[in-house]
């Protein structure tokens, strides 16, 4: 396999101002415990592992990647780095690289992850063409490591201590190696923890080099709050240039690393913008599967023309296809509504009538109704304007923000109970 590195920001200094990365947050599960790691804080301004504002599925990140290829021309990578290990959820994380690839040939594909369980997926990882991966090797030394991880948790079993520490170090030494017999490009990630590792970075540089690793990135550990290390501060930046240095006699040094968050786009270093947080949020609405048997949009409406009907007072739906050509919405039927009342039932018959429509476009709808009918796998979406408007962008994934209801208040002036009785 040829590694383009030149194109990776990542693995190359030289083309970081140049090239940039995005990271597709779909894989949220994590299968080990780390001292310094708490997940559960989003914070824009914040650069560390594990951050994202969204968890998408496979399919809602391939729209997202369409969006931000728009607006970030300069992408060259798609990455998975969590928020949690890409391979403690192996089968999200396929998917994803096998739907950008399809799409997207040309695209260099990477992976970060701790090294855990990626071993049986190397294959896999080779076919699609990936052609970088980043293992997390913060001990050689299972004693260093217990001090490390609270567990480990392989298959139905969760490891403890020396033992956790040597079974994960066993998996990714082992998968360094086996990167290499396959031609894949692998970078380790050591973290430098004062008073915990920071005298040991530079035997994980040896014997990770011993294996084959291209590059090595010694980098500072981020202090969290509500973690085992909370209390542990960060490394002064005069360690961490010697720690670089010495382990440079071993392998090339990544410098310029950024901790990057688990949904960062572009250029390293660049803050992650709204018009970017905005694309992931709307991708985060749509459906997580795609609908390929649900081939029609159905939509509230009084006269046929604009949708301008709350779903609580709908009489009748408006079912469309798109015409053959593509460029077109056109009119397949209309649909009687289920009787008022009924709450929870009337949804449920919704769902069943529109057994066949992958969306709904009304003019609003409670919180009820839109629950029911989504676990029916059927997408509400509130907005005003023309239906060919709306139906056009259901079925081409065009951006239809600026339909988008900003208030949801029902005829009456009310909030929707979503009893299913209409209004009043």
């Known amino acids: 396999m040829t590694l383009p590195i030149e194109k990776h920001p990542c693995f190359n200094d030289a083309s970081r101002h140049t090239f940039g990365r995005i990271h597709l947050p779909v894989a949220p599960k994590c299968n080990i415990q780390c001292n310094y790691c708490n997940r559960k804080f989003d914070c824009l301004n914040e650069n560390r592992p594990g951050v994202t504002s969204r968890v998408l599925s496979p399919h809602q990140a391939l729209h997202y990647l369409d969006r931000v290829l728009e607006l970030s021309p300069n992408i060259t990578v798609v990455g998975i780095a969590g928020p949690g290990d890409p391979f403690a959820n192996p089968e999200e994380t396929i998917e994803t690289l096998r739907l950008v690839r399809e799409k997207y040939p040309d695209m260099l594909l990477c992976v970060a992850t701790n090294g855990l369980n990626v071993l049986p997926f190397i294959e896999e990882l080779a076919e699609l063409r990936v052609s970088h991966v980043t293992i997390t090797i913060n001990a050689v030394d299972p004693e260093i490591g217990a001090e490390i991880y609270a567990w480990v948790r392989h298959g139905k ?29 692998a970078k380790v990630n050591s973290i430098i923890i004062p008073g915990i590792n920071d005298r040991h970075i530079i035997e994980v540089a040896k014997t990770v080099s011993e294996l084959g690793a291209d590059i090595f990135n010694g980098l500072a550990y981020y202090r969290t709050e509500e973690t085992v290390f909370e209390n542990i501060p960060e490394p002064h930046p005069e360690l961490v240039t010697a720690i670089q240095k010495e382990a440079a006699k071993y392998l090339p040094q990544m410098k310029h690393c950024a901790r990057c ?52 007072e709908a009489d009748r739906f408006l079912v469309y296809a798109m015409e053959k050509d593509g460029n077109q919405p056109a009119l397949v039927e209309s649909r009687p509504a289920p009787p008022a009342g009924g709450g929870t039932m009337r949804w449920e018959a919704v769902a069943s009538l529109l057994l066949d429509c992958r969306a709904l476009l009304v003019n609003g709808a409670g919180e009820s109704p839109k629950k029911v009918l989504s676990e029916n796998g059927l997408h509400i979406y509130t907005l005003e304007g023309l239906i060919e408007e709306g139906v056009t962008g259901v079925f081409t994934g065009k951006d239809m923000s600026r339909m988008t209801r900003i208030s949801q208040m029902h005829a009456c002036k009310t909030s929707c109970s979503g009893t299913g009785s209409r209004c009043g």
């Open 157 to 185: 079993k969760v490891y403890r201590d020396a033992n956790a520490a040597k079974l994960l170090l066993d998996n990714q030494l082992d998968a360094v190696k086996k990167l290499k017999e396959h031609g894949v490009a």
């Open 261 to 312: 968050r688990a949904d960062a786009i572009g250029i390293i270093g660049q803050e992650n913008n709204d018009e970017i947080m905005k694309q992931l949020k709307e991708a985060a609405k749509l459906p997580k599967k795609p609908s390929e048997n649900r081939p029609y949009v159905a939509v509230a409406s009084m006269e046929g023309v604009l949708i301008n009907q709350h779903l609580g």
